[in-house]
């Protein structure tokens, strides 16, 4: 589909997210369209049946986020990531898929999607997901928390965390926002952004949504003196 009419690309609206819808079913990206149309601040500008077509119309409109599904005809939402990842680093991915597979959700994640919606989950989900991933955080639906808590963790070396951080960290994994995050500890947005930045480099992670996996992975962090990192623990 081309983009919409007006759309030209390069940047973003002041004060609105340019969002790309990607699903090869036509009623589904018409669905999606209705709701997010009536939200304030957020402009669909083009939908896309195909992972080609999704790459042709992002170097088109250059939308601020992309919210693909993951089963699609010739190359899945995983391929279209990975694509992304190289051509259009600066542009966000949202899956918004049925499945609960824990390896595509792994494969998500690795891929440096920034969030993870349930098409069964709520439609305010979707827009609450959108708002987060736009602001720079993460999003996943609880399901997708869950799947995430289980799989095994990779071994890391990191540095031991400061008190604020390791409390940082256990918001994180109870899906608290920046803002959310910001208001429990009387601190600026800025400021945990500050943390979370230094939490990516002392863990040695790549991408909100993988920071928000160790955090769920690692609930007791919270608890830990001074924020040292549970003995033989990645």
Not at 82 to 107: C, G, K, N, Q, W
Not at 195 to 200: F, G
Not at 206 to 220: F, I, N, R, T
């Amino acid at each position: 589909m081309a983009p919409d009419a007006g759309h030209g690309g390069g940047g973003s609206m002041s004060g609105s997210m340019r969002v790309l819808l990607v699903d090869d079913h036509p009623l589904v990206r018409d669905g999606v369209r209705m709701r997010l149309g009536t939200m304030p601040g957020i402009e669909v500008v083009g939908d896309a049946g195909s992972v080609n077509e999704a790459l042709a119309l992002a170097e088109a409109v250059r939308p601020d986020i992309v919210v693909t599904d993951i089963r699609m005809p010739e190359a899945s939402g995983l391929h279209l990531a990975d694509a992304f990842r190289t051509r259009f680093p600066a542009i966000r991915l949202l899956v918004l898929s049925m499945h609960r597979d824990p390896e595509y959700i792994r494969r998500a994640v690795s891929l440096g999607v920034w969030g993870y919606v349930l098409k069964d989950e709520p439609g305010q989900q979707l827009v609450e997901a959108l708002c987060r991933v736009h602001r720079g955080e993460a999003f996943f639906s609880p399901p997708v928390l869950q799947v995430l808590a289980e799989m095994p963790v990779p071994e890391r070396s990191p540095r031991a965390l400061t008190p604020r951080e390791a409390d940082v960290l256990a918001l994180l994994a109870r899906g608290r926002s920046n803002k959310d995050i910001a208001r429990e500890l009387g601190a600026s947005v800025r400021t945990v952004e500050t943390h979370r930045l230094h939490l990516r480099r002392k863990l040695h992670i790549e991408g909100q949504a993988a920071l928000v996996k160790y955090a769920v992975d690692h609930p007791d962090l919270a608890h830990a003196p001074h924020g040292d990192l549970p003995v033989g623990q990645a």
